[in-house]
T-cell receptor
């Protein structure tokens, strides 16, 4: 397996624009996590899915953020409208079972100007 | 509320100088404690999983241990290529996985 695949790797957008980040988890993994990483706050859990169902979205900062997982091989994180403070590296990770290690993608570096 | 605290924030070692990184945690119903390594510009890379107090795992120059309140990552005779940020994460009964702020390790030749 190629591991967790995220796209794009880099995204620069203007304030107010919609941004969609994409993730393909490892095949057979039942859990998918979205994280945001900044120097100030470290790695923050935004939302996680189990079997394509959102379980806990308490980390989603505002209603501007939304995440979907339409099937077992694809998830999106959308920010609409984007703001400069959303600039960060966004990671997607997947794991096989609860209590097992999560494997991370290479991340999407988002810059909102 | 579940908390994960790592110390020190940064550590500078000479090549060959052994040391330990600490991860203290308070969670309800620990399902697992995880150590990751993160290099600049990359995603965290999995190192170890520990499930119960007294458990130990080893890989090359790294050894992870777990008690009921904390975990240690021991680095024996480190090399410059061990320089990275080391992250600790815990998964609690509610299944979410939360990370500490990390320890930035620099090993000088």
């Amino acid at each position: 397996d190629a591991g967790v695949i995220q796209s794009p790797r880099h995204e620069v957008t203007e304030m107010g624009q919609e941004v969609t980040l994409r993730c393909k988890p490892i095949s057979g993994h039942d859990y998918l996590f979205w994280y945001r990483q900044t120097m100030m706050r470290g790695l923050e859990l935004l939302i996680y899915f189990n079997n394509n169902v959102p379980i806990d979205d308490s980390g989603m900062p505002e209603d501007r953020f939304s995440a979907k997982m339409p099937n077992a091989s694809f998830s999106t994180l959308k920010i609409q409208p984007s703001e400069p403070r959303d600039s960060a590296v966004y990671f997607c990770a997947s794991s096989f079972l609860s209590g097992t290690e999560a494997f991370f993608g290479q991340g999407t570096r988002l810059t909102v100007v | 509320e579940d908390q994960v605290t790592q110390s020190p924030e940064a550590l500078r070692l000479q090549e060959g100088e052994s040391s330990s990184l600490n991860c203290s945690y308070t969670v309800s119903g620990l399902r697992g404690l995880f150590w990751y390594r993160q290099d600049p510009g990359k995603g965290p890379e999995f190192l170890f999983t520990l499930y119960s107090a007294g458990e130990e795992k080893e890989k090359e120059r790294l050894k992870a241990t777990l008690t009921k309140k904390e975990s240690f990552l021991h680095i024996t005779a480190p090399k410059p290529e061990d320089s990275a940020t080391y992250l600790c994460a815990v998964q609690a009964g509610n299944n979410d996985m939360r990370f500490g702020a990390g320890t930035r390790l620099t090993v000088k030749p």
